[in-house]
Each structure stands twice: as structure tokens, then as C-alpha cells.
């Protein structure tokens, strides 16, 4: 890898999410040496996804360069790579560039979608965790329109303008909330010899209700707000199959769709070496102490989405979103500087900040820990928090310039199919 020798400690990040970047930042200036390495030479602002998949903001606008991120930091390293494999007795990793030993590492991988073993559904939905998904699912979304136009049969038409969203958390509410505004403000235009009124749009909860891990209060008013833009919104149902055209449910419903968008659930990337079920938890979350140290290794870290901390207040885990994360990675930096100075570590102890979730213009609900409110002023509240979050200042800028546009012109710019997606359904039998 071309990574020169130090007298500093090594300390392996692997990952560029949330966590990892927070911990970046948090060594910067410390005697060690940094060497951060990930599949994407870009940290991806996962929560404005969606709006990507919608046509409300560009990729580039919600993806920002680590190198960026991290420039001018000193004894800071970036390498394009897969990991393979971790030798835990050796201490060194194994990578699609090479192998590389290390004194630290922190494990900082994420989360993907997790299908639960449903090959079919797999196979022929969407999901949403990453910029190339976004663009695949927003092609996917304007071809299928596009070929509407061309059938003759109408059950067709309807399949192809038709949405199944599996999950009834922030990312499925906020993604239905947008295609509802798409139906109803940009379809009409963007296509008067189509019947866009026939398009609909689902959202299927396993669960008694939406936003489960909100209040309840959050979860009725934000399921009013998308019943009033035309969601229709499915509760104690869960989805069991899909062949590219049809939904099957565990009960007597089913849609005829060609867009299914599996948003039901997410597990731990996890990484040869370290996926024994001794240190393997629900998710496949690596097991670790309030320290961030894997079970049953004192030099091996993880955080985030892959590390699940067990405590009183959270016994399976903190939540896995953006907030643990960073306050987990900026916990470590200060625990790994303590831990080369030879001083003991301090554990960590997550400080919940809320939740909220948008559905739509004007609409969004958000619970803090002394106040829960929705409506307008929650929508504002949401867009401050998410533009503070964004890294760089032109990513905030283009962001924030995007929103005024849209909300002024009721539109969405990025409606683009940059590259056509064609699915090839595949139907496996049980």
C-alpha cells in the first residue's frame, strides 16, 4: 500500500461513514499514524438518500471527497480498498491491494440492507443505502413511466406506476412522502397524456405503526400527514415474495407493482475474521464493551452501525443512525490518545439528541427529549439540522439552494436518468 513506516502506533480505520470520519478528525494532531480505507473514495450523507432516488438533489450534493474531508491532516492516509480479511493473531489485514499490519483497528464498516434471507425479494427489489442504489431506483422510477406510456394494457400501466415501500421507518416515510409529492406536483406536468392519478403509492409496516422507535404521538401524526397526500399506508402486514410485477403479503392482500423498495430492516457489514459467533450479535453487530472494544481483543475497535454496545438504557444496541456514530468515533479518538499516552479510558455514554423524520412539504415530526412537536416548524427544524450535519460548505450551499427552488417551484430538477437500470427478475422457488 505504500504506507511509509513510523515510530507512531498504526491505527486501521475501516470505513469512511459517520464514525470513522468523527474518529479521523478526533486523531488529527495525535502521535499516530492514520491509515483510513474504504470501497468509496467519498463519505455518503446517508439520511438525504431518498431525495436522491426523488430528483431533489444530485448525488454530488450529499457525497464529499474523505481526501477533502481530511486534507492537510498530518500523518493521515487514504486508500481506495476492500477489506477481505482480518488476521486477528497476526494483526494485519488482508485488502483487494494488499496486506498491511496494524497496531489499532477500528471497525467502523456500517450497515446494509438486510433481506432476511429472501432471495426473491433480493433479487427483484430496490434498496436505498448508497449513492449507485439511489440512481439505480430514481432510473428505474422515470423508465418505468416513460414505458407506461407506451403499453396498451392497462393493468401494466398500472404496475409501472405503482410503489410498494416495505417499512415504515424514516427512510420509508420519508420516501413515500416524496414520490406522493411527485405524483402530485411534477407527474401531471411531466406527463398530460398519462393518467398519473392511477399511480399509487404504498407503504407496508410490519408493525400496529409507523416511525416505531418515535412517540406515538409522532407516529399517528406523521401517518395523517401521508394519508393526506395520498399515501396509502398498510399496517400488520408483512411482505413474503416478490417476482418484479407481483407483492405477496402474509395475508390476502397483494400489489401488482414493478417498484418494490425494501426499507424493513438493515444488518452489520461484517468483515472475515471477525465474523465467529463469539463476538456476533443480533444484526450481525460486533459485540463490544463501553470502551468500543470488540469482545475478547483489548487492540480491535469498532463503532457505529457494526458495534453493539450493551447497556441498561440500550440493550440491544444503540440505535443505528448517524448521531451514535459520531459521538462513538469522537469518543474513541479521545480514548485511542489516551490509550498511547498510556492513561486509562473513559467509557462512553451516548447522549440522545431525538429523532425526527420528514414526510413531505411543511410537514415533519420530531421528538427531542423535553419537547415533541410537528407540523411547519418541526419541517424547518428537520432542514437545520440535516443542512448542519452536511459536510463542506458547498454541500450546504447546493443543499440549501435545492430546497428553496423546490418549495418555491414545486419541483424536483434531478429527475434524470444519467444511466438506464433495466432489472433482470429472477424467481428462485422454495
Request: aromatic share 10%; hydrophobic share 40%.
Amino acid at each position: 500500500m505504500n504506507i511509509p513506516q513510523s515510530s507512531f502506533p498504526r491505527i486501521i480505520i475501516i470505513g469512511g461513514g459517520f464514525g470513522g470520519i468523527a474518529l479521523a478528525k478526533k486523531l488529527s494532531g495525535k502521535d499516530v499514524q492514520v491509515l483510513l480505507l474504504d470501497r468509496h473514495n467519498y463519505h455518503t450523507f446517508q439520511p438525504l438518500l431518498y431525495q436522491v432516488s426523488t430528483g431533489g438533489l444530485e448525488p454530488d450534493s450529499i457525497a464529499y471527497p474523505i481526501r477533502k474531508v481530511l486534507q492537510g491532516y498530518p500523518n493521515f492516509y487514504f486508500r481506495l480498498a476492500e477489506v477481505m480479511q482480518i488476521d486477528t493473531e497476526k494483526r494485519r489485514l488482508e485488502t483487494n491491494i494488499g496486506g498491511i499490519g496494524y497496531d489499532y483497528l477500528v471497525v467502523a464498516t456500517g450497515s446494509e440492507t438486510n433481506f432476511f434471507g429472501n432471495q426473491n425479494i433480493q433479487s427483484n427489489g430496490m434498496a436505498m443505502k448508497t449513492v449507485p442504489q439511489s440512481l439505480n431506483l430514481r432510473s428505474l422510477i422515470l423508465e418505468n413511466f416513460e414505458q407506461a406510456l407506451l403499453t396498451d394494457d392497462l393493468h401494466e400501466r398500472d404496475a409501472l406506476m405503482n410503489f410498494v415501500i416495505v417499512g415504515g421507518g424514516p427512510t420509508g416515510v420519508e420516501l413515500a412522502g416524496a414520490l406522493a409529492e411527485i405524483k402530485k406536483g411534477i407527474l401531471p406536468k411531466d406527463y398530460p397524456d398519462l393518467d398519473t392519478r392511477r399511480a399509487q403509492i404504498n407503504l407496508v409496516q410490519g408493525s400496529d405503526r409507523i416511525l416505531p422507535a418515535m412517540s406515538e404521538v409522532a407516529s399517528a401524526k406523521a401517518e395523517r400527514f401521508l394519508e393526506k397526500l395520498g399515501v396509502n399506508v398498510w399496517k400488520n402486514i408483512r411482505v413474503s415474495d416478490y417476482n418484479g410485477k407481483r407483492v405477496t403479503t402474509d395475508t390476502d392482500t397483494k400489489f401488482e407493482a414493478c417498484t418494490l423498495v425494501w426499507a424493513a430492516g438493515v444488518k452489520a457489514v461484517s468483515i472475515k475474521g471477525l465474523d465467529a459467533g463469539d463476538f456476533i450479535s443480533r444484526g450481525s453487530r460486533l459485540k463490544v464493551n463501553h470502551f468500543h472494544q470488540v469482545e475478547g481483543f483489548e487492540e480491535i475497535f469498532a463503532i457505529g452501525d457494526v458495534a453493539q454496545m450493551e447497556s441498561e438504557a440500550f440493550p440491544h444496541g444503540h440505535p443505528m443512525m448517524a448521531q451514535p456514530a459520531i459521538q462513538q468515533g469522537e469518543s474513541l479518538g479521545e480514548n485511542l490518545a489516551r490509550l498511547v499516552d498510556e492513561k486509562p479510558m473513559k467509557p462512553f455514554k451516548y447522549k440522545d439528541k431525538g429523532s425526527m423524520a420528514t414526510v413531505g412539504r411543511n410537514k415533519a415530526v420530531v421528538d427531542l427529549k423535553k419537547f415533541k412537536f410537528q407540523g411547519v416548524f418541526a419541517w424547518y427544524v428537520w432542514m437545520f439540522v440535516h443542512l448542519y450535519f452536511l459536510i463542506g460548505f458547498r454541500n450546504r450551499v447546493v443543499v440549501f439552494i435545492n430546497w428553496v427552488y423546490n418549495y418555491i417551484k414545486f419541483d424536483r430538477e434531478a429527475r434524470l436518468i444519467i444511466r438506464p437500470f433495466k432489472k433482470e427478475y429472477q424467481v428462485s422457488k422454495k
